[in-house]
């Protein structure tokens, strides 16, 4: 199984850091442990702050609207030498490693190295901590070939023996062969059967270009993510889109194994069970906080609404009265997040998440989910541009249906905005690293036992 971390977070009197060594305390306006709840969750940048919590249900919805025209797009600049990031009490976060183009997807070796995406760029980077303090001192590329906007990638077979490196190019599966401390492909890319509808770089000119790629825990079956091609057609456009799809691992025996998922951007296997999870970027044009985006399981044939519903049986206005054999089929998510948190942008969406399997942390996030919220667009006020951790109840297996800021600070005081999270991953030592594409960088959060 991939070690990844897919989506989960928390709280009170912060610490940050600009550097890796540099870190001070932090007040924020919401206090940390406080539990928003309804219009107050949906709430915009201004309420993050590390170890608010926040829960967002069905019965909080509201009507449908128009916000076509809210157009309130990031226009990233340079890291302030003021900003800070908060973390939750007794964490720590430091500048981990810089200087990367669209880091866009994290993933950790067996032995440790860290696997890099830079989509835009057709690279995938490998970084190393040979003296094990914390911080990368080796960085290659290991492949440069055979990408067409890579994103998702994976090891397999699953365990600590891999043979390959599967890459989720937009528009169909390749794999190098690998072994545990290769540096650099040590074989061209073998493309496989597994054929995908490719996407652009802009939603209009291609639709939702990601892909995200895991295996299941015992190695049998593949699965892969795509996105839709629009925000909410039901043209024959979009044939083979917003579905995962499952594969034998050599790419062939194409299934559908659920569907009506606008955007699943970062899917992964709940550790210890067959469960696959997901996370998702919901549609625009609806409302300032409708629909929420959310972090799902995933079942097997469930049909999740797009285009016709969102969140259960609720009609998009654009497909009203379509589909009324469907309505009661709709599936409501486990965790609703902030309306267009991870939103499409000029290089898609992004929402990826992956599972706590480290032990560095205190006990009680074993299992949970950690997850990247790239940031708005189609919203007046800003959402997202954060991290945010996704409890479990541990005694009952199932997510909690709230979530907790877990990483704040990404957008200034005056709105701007310097960072924007995506690529998320547990270290072998058990710390988080997460990527922005922002300004190309990523950092390192650490429990300070």
Not at 137 to 161: H, M, Q, S, W
Not at 243 to 255: A, L, S, W
Not at 374 to 388: C, D, F, P
Request: hydrophobic share 35%; with cysteine; net charge neutral.
């Amino acid at each position: 199984m991939k070690n990844r971390c897919g989506v989960h977070f928390i709280f009170c009197a912060i610490y940050i850091a600009i550097s890796s060594s540099f870190a001070v305390p932090f007040s924020a306006a919401t206090e940390s442990g406080t539990l928003l709840t309804g219009k107050a969750a949906m709430g915009d940048w201004t309420s993050d702050a590390a170890g608010v919590r926040r829960k967002i249900t069905v019965q909080d919805l509201p009507a449908p609207s128009s916000n076509a025209l809210a157009i309130n797009l990031p226009r990233v600049i340079e890291r302030p030498a003021s900003a800070r990031l908060q973390v939750p009490p007794g964490f720590m976060i430091d500048l981990y490693a810089s200087g990367f183009r669209d880091p866009r997807f994290m993933l950790t070796a067996p032995n440790g190295d860290i696997f890099v995406t830079e989509s835009r760029a057709n690279q995938i980077k490998l970084l190393r901590d040979t003296k094990g303090n914390g911080k990368p001192d080796v960085t290659e590329t290991f492949a440069d070939r055979d990408l067409n906007k890579p994103f998702g990638i994976a090891f397999y077979p699953p365990g600590n023996d891999p043979e390959f490196l599967y890459v989720a190019n937009t528009d169909g599966i390749i794999r190098f062969p690998y072994r545990n401390g290769d540096l650099k492909a040590r074989a061209p890319a073998e493309k496989l059967g597994a054929q995908l509808s490719g996407g652009a770089a802009r939603l209009r000119s291609g639709g939702h270009w990601t892909r995200d790629i895991v295996f299941s825990p015992d190695g049998k079956k593949m699965y892969v993510s795509v996105g839709s091609r629009s925000n909410v057609s039901d043209s024959a456009a979009e044939a083979d889109r917003a579905r995962i799809f499952e594969f034998n691992p050599d790419g062939t025996d194409r299934k559908v194994y659920a569907w009506g998922i606008r955007n699943a951007v970062g899917i992964a296997f709940r550790p210890g069970s067959d469960e696959l999870w997901m996370s998702t970027n919901e549609r625009d044009e609806i409302g300032e906080d409708l629909p929420p985006d959310y972090i799902s399981s995933v079942r097997v044939g469930g049909f999740y609404g797009w285009p016709w519903f969102y969140i259960g049986n609720h009609p998009d206005p654009h497909h009203k009265g379509k589909h009324p054999e469907l309505a009661d089929k709709v599936i409501v998510p486990d965790v609703l997040v902030q309306s267009h948190s991870a939103t499409l942008n000029l290089y898609s969406a992004t929402l990826n998440l992956c599972f706590y399997i480290g032990n560095q942390f205190p006990t009680e996030y074993n299992g949970d989910i950690f997850a990247a919220f790239h940031g708005s667009w189609n919203r007046t006020k800003r959402t997202g541009y954060k991290i945010v951790h996704v409890p479990f109840d541990h005694s009952t297996g199932k997510a909690r249906g709230e979530y907790e800021d877990f990483v704040t600070g990404f957008v200034t005081p005056e709105g701007k905005v310097w960072g924007r999270p995506v690529g998320i991953t547990v270290a072998k030592d058990g710390t988080l690293l997460f990527s922005e594409d922002g300004n190309g960088t990523i950092w390192r959060v650490s429990y300070r036992r």
